[in-house]
């Protein structure tokens, strides 16, 4: 057994009694949601579930639970089947779009009723969701719950983060699973590393940084998690901090080296020289950054630039890159900061 589970009383363990607590085991302590079949044993598991009154809304509170906690854990929410999972859509998309972890679980009718035009059975909610998760999965098995739960779980973080969606078949949730039979898999194996930046790319970031004049450090969404960090590099290099538009960050705006909003960026056109060295710490190129204008990250004949993402898909999406590191912000921050100090 890898953790201890809970017998309900007076009663047989469920599937949904594993989910439940493989949930509350990784460290689920609030759900939002919409009637689910599962509920029960989650308050039995001492998981707070809070009510809403549209699926949509669910899998958006989750995202902004997740955002606000910062601790590297998803928020969870539960919707029903068909028409409540397509309500759910347009919260995974957003979610998926944002590099949000989210944790969505969703219901489906009995699996021997597959394919007989029964109630809420006309979509294919995996399929469906494929597109806009990083992982999506319908359990068919009881014992299989904490194994696929877990693995759904550790997939909401690595790499970039993002949501995932759980499809449970009604009857997989209420019917008794045997102890013995259950595959854990790595739910309680510890939580995976973090990617290092290269030293080399470090070496060659410090090279171009040192030859700057006028450098800038800009945080989006990536660095949620290593304001400390990033206050530490630029208090080191003595380099003022912006963020994107959809990013409030918890840097605090009364240190002397916060420049607010990255779309002030442009205004310094009108006194002086545009930045010559932009180092960007979990901002993805694009709209949010000025596209390909050069307004607010300038054109390469005027800037070099450093990206540092945790998605090595996103370096150099849509303009050049001087230098690429793939890596987590923290780490990235920590060691551009050593090498800075030296």
Excluded at 8 to 36: M, V, W, Y
Aim: a neutral charge.
């Amino acid at each position: 057994m890898a953790f201890q589970v809970r017998q309900p009383k007076n009663r047989e363990l469920l599937g949904g009694d594993l989910l439940a607590q493989s949930l509350a085991h990784l460290g689920a302590t609030t759900a939002f949601g919409i009637h689910d079949s599962f509920l029960i044993a989650a308050v039995e598991a001492d998981i707070k579930l809070i009510d809403v009154r549209h699926e949509t809304v669910a899998v958006q509170a989750a995202e902004g639970w997740a955002k606000v906690k910062g601790n590297d854990a998803p928020g969870v929410c539960f919707i029903t089947a068909n028409s409540g999972f397509c309500n759910g859509l347009p919260g995974l998309s957003t979610a998926f779009a944002d590099r949000s972890p989210v944790f969505c679980i969703t219901s489906s009718p009995p699996l021997r009723d597959a394919e007989t035009n029964t109630l809420q059975g006309f979509h294919d909610q995996v399929v469906l969701a494929k597109p806009v998760t990083k992982f999506a999965h319908r359990v068919t098995n009881g014992s299989e719950i904490p194994r696929i739960v877990s693995l759904a779980w550790r997939a909401t973080t690595a790499g970039a983060p993002g949501p995932v969606l759980v499809d449970f078949p009604i009857d997989v949730l209420f019917t008794p699973v045997e102890i013995g039979s259950v595959a854990w898999g790595s739910i309680t194996a510890p939580p995976v590393s973090l990617p290092a930046p290269n030293a080399g790319a470090v070496e060659q970031a410090m090279r171009l940084w040192g030859e700057a004049k006028r450098p800038v450090i800009l945080v989006s969404t990536g660095a949620a998690r290593a304001a400390d960090e990033v206050v530490k590099l630029a208090e080191a290099t003595n380099t003022p901090i912006f963020h994107s538009p959809k990013f409030s960050t918890t840097i605090k705006r009364s240190h002397p080296l916060f420049g607010g909003v990255a779309t002030r960026l442009p205004f310094l056109r009108a006194q002086g020289p545009a930045p010559d060295f932009v180092l960007l710490l979990g901002a993805r190129t694009g709209f949010l950054v000025g596209g390909r204008s050069g307004a607010i990250v300038p054109n390469e004949s005027e800037a070099k630039v450093v990206q540092v993402d945790l998605d090595g898909s996103e370096i150099g999406r849509s303009r050049k890159i001087d230098v690429g590191i793939v890596s987590d912000v923290g780490l990235a921050a920590q060691a551009l900061t050593a090498a800075a100090s030296k």
